[in-house]
C-alpha cells in the first residue's frame, strides 16, 4: 500500500506543477501580452522598413554532345602506322565547371566593371563606381539601425583593423591577375545577390540576380549569361584551334608518306616493266596496296583538314536560352506577413521564458537561503 501511494507522488507533483506554471503565466498574462505586442509592432516596422527585392533569372541548357570528325578514318589510319587521336570538333566543359567559371578573377571584374544604367544616374556606369563612390550612395534607415545595433562589433572590429593597404605599383609587368580590397568588398556584396543553380537531373542552368532595382537585377543577370558564354565558346574554339593544328600535322605527315610511296611504286615500276616471275608480282601487288592505304589516308585527312578549317569560323552557342531575362515586375522578398508572424511568435517565446526564467530564479535563490 505505501508502495502504490510512493508511486503515485511523482505524478501528482508533475500535474501540481503543471498548474503552477499555467497560474504564472495566467497572472502575468498582462506582461506576456505587452512584450508580444511590442514584438508585433517590432516586426511590422521592419516589414515596413525593409525595401522589396527583385529576381531577375534566365534558363539555360548546356550543349554537352561531342561530334567526331575523325568517323572511320581511325581505323584505316591504324593500319597505316598513323594515329589521329580524338579528333574532336571542339569539346565543350562539363556544366559542373561553372561555377569555377563565375569565381574566376577575369569574369569577375568584366562583371562588374561592364556599364549599367542606375536609377537617377544620367549615364551608364559601372557597378564598382556605383558601388564605391560616395555620391550614389543612398540612405537606409534599416541598414543604419542594423549596422550600428547587431553589426556594431563588426563596425568597430573593422576601424580597429582598418582597411589593407593597396600594392604599390612596382614598375615591373605584373602577369598575374588579382583584386584589390576594394574590388573583392564589391565583388562580395554582388555575389550575396547573384547566383548559378545547377540542376543536374533536369539538365538545366540557371543565372539569377536579386536586388533592389529590378533593371539593374535585369542587366547583371544577362551580362552574366553573356560573359558565361564568352568563356565557354573561348574554351571550345581552344579546342578546335589544336585540333585543326593537329590535322594539318597529321595531313603532313601523311602527304609526305603517300608521295613516298607514289615515288616508290613508280620506280618499281619503271625498273620491272616486263613482269615475268610471280616475285615481281607480288613485290608490286604490295606496293600498290600500299600505296592505295596511303592515298584513302591522305584523301580523308585533306576533307578533315578543312573541315578543321570551317570548325574554327563556326560560332555555335553552347548555351542554349530556354528562358531569356525580363525585367521582374514582382518582388521575390520580404515575404512581410511571414516577418510579421515570426517576430509575433518570438516576442510571445521571450514573454513566457521571461515569466517562467524570473519565477524558476527566483525559488531556486529562495531555497539556497
Known amino acids: 500500500m505505501e508502495e502504490k501511494i510512493q508511486n503515485q507522488q511523482p505524478v501528482e507533483e508533475d500535474s501540481i506543477d503543471l498548474v503552477e506554471i499555467l497560474q504564472k503565466l495566467w497572472a502575468k498574462r498582462k506582461f506576456i501580452l505587452i512584450v508580444t505586442c511590442a514584438a508585433m509592432a517590432l516586426g511590422l516596422i521592419v516589414a515596413l522598413l525593409t525595401p522589396n527585392q527583385y529576381t531577375a533569372s534566365c534558363t539555360l541548357v548546356p550543349q554537352t554532345g561531342e561530334r567526331r570528325t575523325g568517323g572511320s578514318l581511325g581505323g584505316l589510319a591504324a593500319m597505316a602506322g598513323i594515329s589521329l587521336g580524338d579528333m574532336t570538333s571542339g569539346e565543350v566543359l562539363s556544366p559542373n565547371m561553372y561555377p569555377n567559371i563565375i569565381k574566376n578573377v577575369d569574369f569577375q571584374k568584366e562583371l562588374i566593371y561592364a556599364r549599367y544604367t542606375f536609377p537617377d544616374v544620367p549615364e551608364p556606369i559601372t557597378y564598382y563606381d556605383y558601388a564605391t563612390d560616395k555620391q550614389y550612395w543612398k540612405f537606409n534607415l534599416l541598414a543604419t539601425i542594423k549596422k550600428y545595433t547587431i553589426g556594431l562589433p563588426g563596425v568597430i572590429i573593422g576601424a ?77 574554339l581552344q579546342k578546335v584551334r589544336a585540333n585543326l593544328e593537329f590535322v594539318e600535322g597529321s595531313y603532313q605527315e601523311a602527304k609526305a608518306n603517300f608521295e613516298a610511296k607514289q615515288e616508290e611504286l613508280a620506280r618499281f615500276r619503271d625498273a620491272n616493266v616486263n613482269l615475268t616471275s610471280a616475285m615481281a608480282r607480288t613485290r608490286e601487288e604490295k606496293l600498290q596496296s600500299e600505296y592505295t592505304l596511303l ?72 531555497k539556497i537561503k
Open 160 to 236: 580597429i583593423r582598418g582597411e589593407p593597404e593597396e600594392s604599390q605599383d612596382s614598375g615591373v609587368e605584373d602577369t598575374i591577375p588579382r583584386l584589390t580590397y576594394k574590388e573583392q568588398k564589391v565583388l562580395k556584396n554582388l555575389y550575396e545577390s547573384f547566383s548559378l543553380n545547377l540542376n543536374q537531373k533536369e539538365g538545366y542552368v540557371q543565372l539569377s540576380t536579386t536586388l533592389r532595382d529590378p533593371h539593374l537585377a535585369a542587366q547583371i543577370t544577362l551580362k552574366a549569361q553573356q560573359l558565361l558564354q564568352q568563356y565557354l565558346t573561348e574554351f571550345k
Open 295 to 366: 592515298l584513302g589516308v591522305y584523301t580523308e585527312l585533306a576533307k578533315q583538314k578543312e573541315q578543321a578549317k570551317i570548325a574554327v569560323t563556326e560560332t555555335t552557342p553552347i548555351l542554349t536560352v530556354i528562358e531569356p531575362v525580363v525585367v521582374p515586375v514582382e518582388k521575390s522578398k520580404p515575404s512581410r506577413a511571414k516577418m510579421l508572424i515570426i517576430y509575433t511568435f518570438l516576442g510571445l517565446i521571450v514573454g513566457v521564458g521571461w515569466v517562467l526564467g524570473v519565477s524558476y530564479v527566483k525559488d531556486t535563490f529562495s
